[in-house]
């Protein structure tokens, strides 16, 4: 069969599973979780293979992360880029650490890689670990409903939406007509 994927929420490795779990899904897809959590994929196919989930970085690891993150940026498009680039990334990668609003706001202010390592030196040696730091990054509206067909996951073995798989109404349900 088609392969279906689930989407939505995923935040760490639980959330992909029981979003498995509870609508069978075949596997997700991963799209505000990974913002500032670029080791989210690591820890997501640890779980998923039964392996142990590598630990939550430190901050001093996010440290490294987010200067080589930047790094990467100014390979590909330059340095100038890169530095206003990475700015937008600074609130997703230090959610939930206790990194304070003037290094925040001095983050938001840098224009070079040098600028970038000079403002997150306090920090490169933290042991400090993000609390609370799951949740949803970027854009955010008020969460939807999801709804679903009355009876859909019932027989998660069916491959049909109840409608004729022969004639006529086999073209109108898989091309509208």
């Given amino acids: 069969g ?3 994927l689930g989407n939505g929420d995923i935040f760490k ?19 505000r979780g990974c913002l500032g959590r670029p080791w989210l994929f690591a820890e997501l196919s640890a ?6 989930v590598p630990a939550e970085p430190t901050l001093g690891e996010v440290c490294r992360i ?3 993150h ?10 100038k880029y890169a530095s206003r680039d990475i700015r937008k990334h600074m609130a997703w990668y230090l959610r939930g650490f206790p990194a304070g609003g003037e290094i925040r706001r001095q983050l938001g202010q840098i224009n070079s890689l040098a600028d970038l ?6 920090m490169w040696d933290s042991d400090a670990l993000a609390a609370d730091a799951d949740g949803a990054r970027g854009r955010q509206g008020a ?3 999801v709804a679903l067909p009355d009876g859909w996951l019932d027989d998660p073995e069916e491959d ?12 109108a349900a898989n091309s509208g007509g």
Avoid: F, Q, W
């Avoid at 049909?160 to 073209?171: P, Y």
């Fill in 47 to 52: 779980h998923l293979r039964g392996e142990p």
């Fill in 143 to 145: 969460p939807g409903k």
């Fill in 70 to 79: 930047a790094g990467l940026l100014a390979d590909y498009s330059g340095e």
């Fill in 13 to 31: 490795a639980s959330d992909a599973a029981a979003m498995m779990d509870r609508t069978g899904c075949d596997g997700v897809v991963v799209g």
């Fill in 66 to 68: 987010i200067m080589r």
């Fill in 160 to 171: 049909g939406v109840g409608v004729a798989e022969t004639g006529e109404d086999a073209g």
């Fill in 2 to 4: 088609v392969p279906v």
């Fill in 117 to 122: 390592r000079g403002v997150l030196d306090p």
